[in-house]
């Protein structure tokens, strides 16, 4: 709280009084009013975000600008938030993606308008609390409510799937959400609270470790997602439309590896270690099955989305080798991974904008009609593969380093996804950008308009800013990480 403004609370409920004006706006007569209302409070969400970044002490480590009201006095549940180095760099990467989504749908969504606006703007304050929720029934509200706007946008605006995918991506996280909510109550009874930072100082036997850790597991798995619980994420990525694309990769896979870190490792730090090695092996085979799975892929779509579990194998491996190097670089790489998979979707969704395909035997010699695409496609597609300088390396290149402290041929087998992601994420590129005009619709594309240069513009800079200066990202999580594996290493065995 800065001089008496509750800046975390605004930060959430901003966006969703946005949405909720946007939905006032009525039907699509008044579609540009909705959208100058959800672009309005889209930017206001992000500007509020960043007093929490100008006057975060990354020295101090802990809990910052913490509220805490009753909520539900009986049961001892609070209203309760707080912003660490850990999810201080979430909070910021969601307030920035929204933005940019807005603006990207901005002449593209033409039919319910404000509801596919409002959607957004309402998601974007919900996975906030999310990501500052001290109050475990708190964390758990926000986590249930974030998936119902996904939902809609899949169901709503997706392909001709769009129901089935929408079903079963609901129907996945909801099944793990309740296992969560089984340890969240047990919890819950052994501490007398709600409150997530007792539940770090609760003493717990071996075999309650290992269950709580397994229940969380089964939530967290899902969401990042983890192999082999991931069949979810490419249905749901290729129905839903270009801006659920966007937040889905760049957002929603995040909250997954943030719960293993707010909640698995701290409550749970003896499962955790006991685990570890069953974690790693589900993260290589993330890193290395699923980059070969990309490879074979026909969709752009598709084999991004594979793409992404592909990175995201890459986080889990940093979080669970339980050193601050690992750890740090898997913060990074979420953070590089939210840029990166947005902006492969966004350059997906201008092609499917003009020749509504995303197969990519349907392009080839796109750089002839769509120059300007092509570089910033360059660019974000060098950044996958992990090219030095960009922020796709930066994550990545401290996690193998971390992976090497523990074990070489950890390090040796986590390095490969940097020879499978340029792979697959160069041999599209090449099919689609170069050669010669193969389809008569290719030779009458347009190259990008200034709207999405805008958006494509401020992506491209992010990439290379954290590329090339990635210390200001490592050194406000620096403290926080440090605190967490402490804890970890201390056992809470009776």
Known sequence: MILGIPLLSLVIWLPIVAGVAVLATGGDRNANLARMIALVGSVLGFIVAIPIYTGFNALQGGMQFTELQPWVERFHVNYHLGVDGISLWLVLLNCFTTPLVVIAGWKVIEKKVAQYMAAFLIMSGIVNGVFMALDALLFYVFWEAMLIPMFIIIGVWGGPNRVYAAI????????????????????????????????????????????????????????????????????????????????????????????????????????????????????????????????????????????????????????????????????VQMISHGLVSGAMFLCVGVLYDRLHSRQIADYGGVANKMPMFAAFFMLFSMANSGLPGTSGFAGEFMVILGAMKANFWLAFAAASTLVFGAAYTLWMYKRVIFGAVANSHVSELMDINSREFLFLAILAVGVLGMGLYPLPVANIMHASVNDLLLHVAQSKLQ
């Open 168 to 331: 079963k991506f609901f129907l996945y996280t909801l099944l793990g959400s309740l296992l969560m909510l089984v340890a969240l109550i047990y919890l819950y009874h052994q501490s007398g609270s709600f409150s997530i930072l007792d539940y770090y100082k609760l003493p717990l036997s071996m075999a309650a470790q290992v269950l709580i850790f397994l229940a969380f597991f089964v939530a967290f798995a899902v969401k990042v997602p983890m192999w082999p619980v991931h069949t979810w994420l490419p249905d749901a990525h290729v129905e839903a439309p270009t801006g659920g694309s966007v937040v889905l990769a760049a957002i929603m896979l995040k909250v997954g590896a943030y719960g293993f870190l707010r909640f698995s490792l701290p409550i749970a730090p003896d499962a955790s270690h006991a685990l570890s090695g069953f974690m790693i092996t589900l993260s290589l085979i993330a890193v290395v099955y699923i980059g070969l799975v990309a490879l074979v892929q026909s969709d752009m779509k598709k084999l991004i989305a594979y793409s992404s579990i592909s990175h995201m194998g890459f986080v889990t491996l940093g979080i669970f080798i339980f050193n601050a190097i690992g750890t740090e670089g898997a913060i």
